[in-house]
């Protein structure tokens, strides 16, 4: 099947014959101004426009309009106006009368707007869907593997504790009631624990002895 579509088939009811439409209510949507468009009468300028007849709510689409006068009251409206009025008659100056488009009335804009509500130009659509986001394909958390036939599954391994120890006990220090407790302490301290009997010489002298050995 072919993806070209047919041209158009030019229908004859399109054809805006002015003379047929003397007196009526038109509504006109100028839409271009196309000029030089070869006649048999020569060169001459022409709108092309959508009219409709409110009187009996016939539509010409794409209708060419080439009286000079009409030409001149619809071009002002192109691409995407407007123009409401009676097709009349000018005065006859230079042989044929010109067409011209009356004032449209209170009651003409009245009947335009019903035309209009009921054939609106330009239909508000949905907005295209849009698909929602594809879920995430998931699985099942995997099973943990049975234990060999006989054997028992193991049990979790407990973190190890962290290892720790008893404070340090503090360095208890003997009481010497004859010798100078700061001594006493001072000794302790180096790591030397004077025993009950020993006396104040001896703490002395030994405390000689670990000075010079620094």
């Not at 407007?82 to 011209?100: S, Y």
């Not at 504790?161 to 208890?172: C, Q």
């Not at 010497?176 to 001896?202: M, R, Y």
């Amino acid at each position: 099947m072919s993806n070209f579509l047919q041209p158009g088939i030019s229908s004859p009811e399109d054809k805006f014959v002015p003379a047929e439409s003397l007196g009526a209510l038109l509504l006109f949507f100028p839409t271009q101004l196309q000029q030089g468009i070869k006649t048999a009468h020569g060169e001459a300028d022409a709108i092309a426009a959508k009219i409709v007849r409110l009187d009996d709510g016939r539509v010409f689409d794409n209708a060419l309009i080439f009286p000079s006068a009409l030409v001149t009251q619809l071009k002002a409206a192109v691409p995407d106006g407007m123009v409401l009025g009676r097709l009349g008659q000018g005065e006859n100056t230079k042989g044929n009368p010109p067409w011209l488009l009356q004032p449209h009335t209170e009651a003409d804009v009245q009947q335009a707007e019903a035309w209009i509500a009921a054939n609106p130009v330009n239909r508000f659509q949905q907005a295209t869907p849009v698909a929602p986001p594809t879920a995430p394909a998931w699985s099942a958390p995997a099973t943990p593997a049975a234990p060999a036939w006989g054997g028992q599954a193991s049990a979790p391994v407990a973190p190890a504790a962290p290892a720790w120890s008893a404070p340090a006990a503090p360095v208890a220090v003997p009481v010497v009631s004859s010798v100078d407790p700061q001594l006493v302490a001072a000794l302790a301290a180096k790591g030397i624990n004077l025993q009950p009997h020993q006396t104040q010489a001896d703490a002395e002298s030994i405390w000689h002895i670990v000075a010079a050995q620094g």
